[in-house]
Structure formats: C-alpha cells, structure tokens
C-alpha cells in the first residue's frame, strides 16, 4: 500500500507566530521544525504499523526544505523543495497512491481558528471556490481526488479539521491546536506525537474509498488580494476577469485548469 503525506508547519502543536515558521529564528530553527518532523514522523509510523509498505512525504512549507530526514522512518522518502508543477503542496501525488494525508495544515484564509489563518501565502485576504472559503486543504484535497485518490487523515488546528470534515465526512482528524485571536493553545508535543500516531491508525483500519472526494462539475474561483495592484496586474491572466479593485474571478470545468490559475496568479 502506498501512502502520500503533504507536511505543512503552521498546524503544528503551539505554533503562535510567523517567526516561529522561518528559518533564522530561534524558535523555528531549535523547535519547530523538530516537531514538525515528529509530527510527520509519529504519522509515518502509524502507517507502516497498519501495513503501509511505501510513503511519500512532501515537505511543503515555505522553502520546501523543512523536515529533518535522518528523524524519519528509512521507508519514506521525501520530496523537497518545488517542483514548479501547478500541484504544488501535492507534487509526487499520481494514480498509484492509494491514500493520501496532510499534517500540520492551518485554517485558510478570512477565517479566525489560528493566528496564522492563510491561502497558499500573504497577498491574499481569501480564496473562494465555489463561493466558499478555500483552504490549503481544500485546494490539495480536490487535486487528490483529481487523481483519484481519498484523502484519509488530516492533522492541525481545530478550525481546518472542521473544515476538512465538511468536505470529507469520514476523514480522521486530528486537532493538536486551537487558535483564539493571535494566540495559539496547543497540546503538549508529546501528546500531538502520540494522538497523530494514533489517528492514522484509525484511518487505515476502516474503508478508505469512503474517503475519495467527489469533485464538482465545474469551478467557479474568486481570489481577494491585499493590495490593488496585484488584483490589477493578474487579472490579465487568460480567462480571468475583474470582480473589483482588489478582486479577480476565474471559472473553468477542468480542475487542473484551476491549479495553472493558482500557479500564476497566486
């Protein structure tokens, strides 16, 4: 069974702040990224003690260059930095996989379940599809299913486990944190270790097709930028077209349509 794992950082236990998701701060550097990698880890482990026989991580956060490999399981491999296809946090995702998960994922953008609630970056104040709140798991979780594959585990703060549910009934969710304004509480590292481990067990013991999302027919996006000049400058794009001054919309029945979009646009 092959298992593909998208590893994020600001769904990690405690995270707070932004510093603490870049290299060159104290916390990042000496913390974060080490629980980071055993919260990917303890997930690793989860599965290959449910008969997982090959994973896949991608680590995709920031430079894409996070995760600490030798802390790993020696029967995953990694996929770093980015491959600058349209996939992006889901690069090295094909047909082949049977189940697909996500640790450390946050609450997307325009919403208030951690501190550091965003859409694939800053320049952005929310991504609609649909006319509802796209989040990072949003956005890879259809990309899964484009491929086929369900999406069977994810890992983070509260608000992004309640929203995966909504799209993915029979998901296993694993909260390790819970925002309130610009703070964070966060379960104690070895217990988010612990829970994590616990969850993708859970996830691989009952029937994972259950978890295959069923695309919509067609994509109807929205994208809000902070500054008016990058609404200006992308709605050249081709196909895209001016909501308002800060606002561009794009439509399209192809999925993969919609990632090119995102890809360049974003």
């Keep these: 069974m ?18 603490e998701t870049s290299p060159g701060n104290s916390l990042y550097d000496n913390y974060f990224v080490k629980q980071m990698t055993k919260e990917v880890s303890s997930a690793c482990k989860g599965a290959l003690e449910s008969g997982v026989s090959e994973i896949l991580i991608k680590d995709a956060h ?9 802390e790993l399981p020696e029967q995953a491999r990694i996929l770093r930095g980015w491959t600058g296809l349209p996939c992006s946090m889901m690069a090295g995702l094909d047909s082949s996989f049977d189940a697909a998960a996500m640790t450390g994922y946050h609450t997307c953008g325009a919403s208030n379940g951690s501190p550091l609630a ?47 549910k909504n799209i993915c009934p029979h998901i296993t969710a694993v909260p390790v944190s819970r925002g309130i304004g610009g703070a964070s509480i966060g379960l104690h590292p070895a217990e988010a270790v612990r829970r994590i481990e616990a969850g993708m067990k859970e996830a691989l013991s009952g029937d994972i097709s259950k978890c295959l999302i069923t695309l919509p027919s067609s994509f109807h996006v929205e994208v809000r930028y902070r500054e008016h ?38």
């Design 229 to 266: 000049k990058k609404a200006l400058f992308n709605s050249y794009f081709p196909g895209a077209e001016t909501v308002d001054m800060k606002t561009i919309s794009f439509t399209a029945d192809d999925y993969m349509d919609v990632l090119k979009f995102f890809m360049f646009c974003l």
């Design 2 to 19: 092959k298992l593909f794992i998208s590893a994020d950082i600001e769904g990690t236990a405690g995270i707070a702040d932004w510093g």
């Design 118 to 164: 965003h859409t694939m970056n800053l320049d952005t104040e929310y991504i609609r599809i649909n006319g509802e709140l796209a989040s990072e798991f949003m956005i890879n979780a259809y990309f899964a299913a484009y491929q086929k594959v369900p999406v069977i585990f994810i890992s983070g703060d509260e608000m992004i486990c309640s929203l995966a």
């Design 62 to 70: 920031d430079t894409a260059r996070n995760l600490i490999p030798s």
